[in-house]
């Protein structure tokens, strides 16, 4: 699932509730599905090419609600829950850093030789991370829709 389109999460979307239903316990599952129909709602409000003001402040509220879900999310199921990185975000950031230690060095490029297990090699956790610029911006998307139009472009 490389390089996802617009449409692609769409799609995805609107399979991920029933999907998800009933594959984390009783207060987790409620919090991941109404997460999951916040998202598609705001993806919803945001496809829509012409805006009312009733449909702007439906997707002002949209909005609000999607964060707060995310939020809760975050705070309450994603810390019960232990995650690691996968077997090629491994292999990959064991490729960075024997390129970084590699730099400078004259030596021949070649495959690198599948990574040893040792402490250094431990997966490392992941977690969902909110503090990027792409969802901070969702709640200006609505403010700015009177004043810019869609971001939706067509070309004619």
């Known amino acids: 699932m490389k390089k996802l389109a617009a449409r692609d999460f769409e799609d995805l979307l609107q399979c991920a509730i029933p999907t998800f239903e009933g594959l ?5 599952d409620h919090l991941l599905r109404k997460m999951l129909f916040n998202l598609a709602m705001h993806h919803a409000m945001a496809k829509m090419r012409l805006h009312s ?15 707060h879900a ?18 090629k975000e491994l292999a990959a950031r064991h ?8 730099k400078g060095k ?12 040792n402490k250094d090699d431990a997966r490392e956790d992941k977690h969902l991370n909110l503090n990027t ?17 869609t971001l939706l472009k067509i070309a004619l």
């Open 24 to 28: 984390l316990p009783a207060p987790h």
């Open 53 to 67: 003001d009733s449909t702007l402040t439906v997707f002002r509220n949209v909005t609000t609600s999607m964060g």
């Open 70 to 87: 995310m939020r809760v999310f975050v705070t309450k199921v994603c810390p019960e829950y232990k995650t690691r990185e996968l077997d």
């Open 95 to 102: 490729r960075r850093k024997s390129k970084k230690g590699a």
């Open 106 to 117: 004259s030596t021949c490029p070649a495959d690198p030789a599948p990574p040893r297990e």
């Open 133 to 149: 610029y792409k969802f901070h911006r969702a709640g200006d998307y609505a403010k700015e829709i009177p004043e810019t139009g």
